[in-house]
């Protein structure tokens, strides 16, 4: 074990994967020299050289399409897309290419590309460098989309990643990188898909959520403890493959959920938690679904703590549910 | 009745023909004059068929032989085809059962691709023919990809991104022509100009005199040929080749050719074709051109070509008729290939959602 930031992690599970496995490689913008604008990748030009650690020219669409290529023969590209809000110019890459090879083939040509994002807000980037648009993906049948919270999550969800045969999205929270740190197992010791994480235990409400929002679920949970509150914390970890038995199994219990995410609110993850809610568990349900999300603007700028939900928003969800019916 | 037009003669020497092919030079030629007859019998057929109702879609390659049969013909096993829409004749040359292909155009049971796409899009990974989209350009950059991917492995092999000229104006023609240059890539970009992007006409696609001139902006050669002159594309394909296989980088070339049909099946050229249009094409049909020059210097007699026509339109129809006679995919295919088999049994939402 080693106590490591989520970005630390993120860095020694690129490392593992490509010294276990040489055909493991690393492209994206700024990822060689300068080790990534965050640097998630540094060190690894200097230890696996540059035909395994490319720093490509700008163009997101060539990233991945190139990624593509070279997962179409074999090798086993993770490819860096420098900042979430800007992987539009892929979106054609990856939902019309990247997610539709294994079928339209018939299973002749499976292209099994990771790409590594960061995203959500609370970093002071405005419109462009803060969006957390996991639903695109969600969307489109084909990919799997990981989102960690922790630091051995995102190594060993990493892990699992680079060693699947299907196109991951794997989003990174950056606004953790640096500010949550934990042990890390070392070595290849990989987290499954489809495994939500139960962070906290608890009896009168289940709060589900993944990524940055989990510090602030749980803190905002440790408080209404206080009040006499139980919350039940999940942590869904991948989005797809989505841990329905223990959604499922956590609100039968509660009999009340409650979802957040920074990304905004129509059409949103939470949205699809809510359905499948009203679907599969509503005779156990004793209060309406509650969302806490950002809100339906673009990203904000200045008032971007307002659009983000906090402690105190995600509290009062939680409070009212707790006391409704 | 007009009289036809002059064909435009392929401009060379027994002697020119035989260094351009090599030593076996008339089994070459042979072989090309075969499989456009063959192309040319199958794109008749299922356009017939299309029009009946018994297959949904097709985009004919009329034209376009002489460029799909050299490039089929030219390339080595171990290179990699990233296609475009018409390019369905390089796989069948380089060994795809014709069968095989019937079962995707019917798009049935035995369709490898079990029947997912729609027809003129195959899959064919017996000879490295890639699956396409119908995305335009997207391909570019995969072959660039796939081409760094044999460099890493030590292959031989080279990537060929086939595309029309519609697609220069793409994302990826940029993306990919960049990347191969700047990595110096074992890539060969043809670009089958046919002169229409459905309706609109090269010149105003691109303001550029060529389109092979485009390669000067990325820093790789390019150069156009006359892809309706099967001798030109076998010997600047191959070149082409053989300077990717021993290192020198990428290179874009550019292949005029007429499209001699509609876009596909769901256009109607009258609309936006000049009224001469099908008459300049057919004087610089790839197909003809070959027949005559090989007629006039004794390698092809009537007898021949006539035997040679009932042999490729029987190969085809009794193609047809196997596809036609398979039955449908199976319902349970619909929620099959989306995710690996494995992922089924190790995540417990299962691979397909929503069933």
Known sequence: MTELTLVQAVNRGLQQAMRDDGDVLVLGEDVGLNGGVFRATEGLLKEFGEERVLDTPLSETGIIGTAIGMALYGLKPVAEIQFLDFIYPAFDQIVSELAKFRYRSGGQYPCHVVIRSPYGGGIKGGLYHSQSTEAYFCHTAGLKVVIPSTPADAKGLLLTAIHDEDPVMFLEPKRIYRSVTGEVPDGDERVPFGRARLVREGTDVSVFAYGAMIPVVTEAANALAAEGISSEVIDLRTLVPLDEAAILASVEKTGRAVVVHEAARFCGFGGELAALLAEKAFFSLKAPVTRVTGYDTPFPYALENLYLPNVERVSHAVRTTARAG | MTAAPAIVPLPYSPEEVASALGRSWKKTLAAMYRWMALGRALDARMQGLQRQGRVGFYGAATGHEAVSVAAGLVTRREDWILPGLREQLVALVRGHPLGTYAHHLF?????????????????????HYVSMSSVIGTQISHAVGVAYAMRARKSPGVALAFFG??????????????????????????????????SLPVERQSAVATLASKSAAYGLPGQRLDGTDVIAVYRGLGEALRDARAGKGPKLLEFLVYRMTPHSS??????????????????????????????????????????????????????????????????????????????????????????
């Open chain 2, 107 to 127: 798009a049935d049971d035995k369709d490898p691709a079990r029947g997912r796409n729609m027809p003129c899009h195959p899959s064919a990974a017996d000879v």
């Open chain 2, 165 to 198: 000229d519609g697609a220069t104006s793409a994302n990826d023609f940029h993306a990919g022509l960049n990347l191969a240059a700047v990595w110096n890539l074992p890539v060969v970009f043809c670009c089958v100009n046919n002169q229409w992007a459905i």
């Open chain 2, 266 to 355: 769901s256009d109607d050229p009258g609309r936006y074709q000049p009224k001469d249009w099908g008459a300049r094409a057919a004087a610089s049909d790839p197909f003809l051109r070959l027949a005559s020059w090989m007629s006039e210097h004794g390698l092809l007699d009537e007898g021949s070509r006539t035997q040679i026509g009932a042999a490729v339109e029987e190969e085809v129809r009794a193609a047809v008729r196997q596809a036609e006679e398979t039955s449908a995919p199976v319902p349970s295919s619909l929620t099959e290939d989306v995710y690996a088999p494995s992922a089924s049994e190790n995540s417990p939402a299962g691979a397909a959602r929503g069933t």
